[in-house]
């Protein structure tokens, strides 16, 4: 199965699910997958470089005070949560959902994706 269709998945078993994607610690695109609304209130695609480079910077603090890879993220705003965990070190599975979105559901989708893609890789 490719890595599309693992993230297309993971978007479909999650309401209120806005987009699922592999970011790369150094700012690059893995691969990325967005529900299909019509109308766009967010730059989700920027929300992806972002994601990205909070993932970085974390881990680079992380390493500075001695404790180790970043493993989980979770940002909550007032109209989106991103969750981030790590696949690989330099690599995270994320997942954005809208702010009234079921959180306990989306944990258990990013951990089922985290199966998903390590078998892969």
């Known amino acids: 199965m490719s890595l599309t269709d693992i993230l297309y998945d993971a978007l479909d078993d999650l309401d209120g699910a806005r987009f699922a994607g592999v970011v790369a610690t150094d700012g690059l695109r893995v691969e990325m997958v ?3 609304e019509e109308e766009e209130e967010y730059d989700l ?3 992806e470089l972002e994601l990205a480079t909070i993932a970085a910077m974390s881990n680079a603090a ?3 005070i001695g404790s180790g890879h970043v493993l989980d993220l979770t940002i909550e705003t007032e109209e989106l949560v991103y969750l981030a965990s ?3 070190p330099g690599y995270f599975a994320v997942l954005g ?3 009234d979105g079921d ?3 989306a944990r ?3 951990d089922d994706l985290l ?3 390590r078998e892969e890789l």
Do not use: K
């Open 34 to 36: 967005f529900d299909d």
């Open 45 to 47: 695609e920027l929300a």
């Open 62 to 64: 992380s390493g500075r």
């Open 86 to 88: 790590l696949v690989t």
């Open 97 to 99: 959902l809208y702010a």
């Open 103 to 105: 959180l306990e559901q």
């Open 108 to 110: 258990v989708t990013l």
């Open 115 to 117: 199966d998903r893609l």
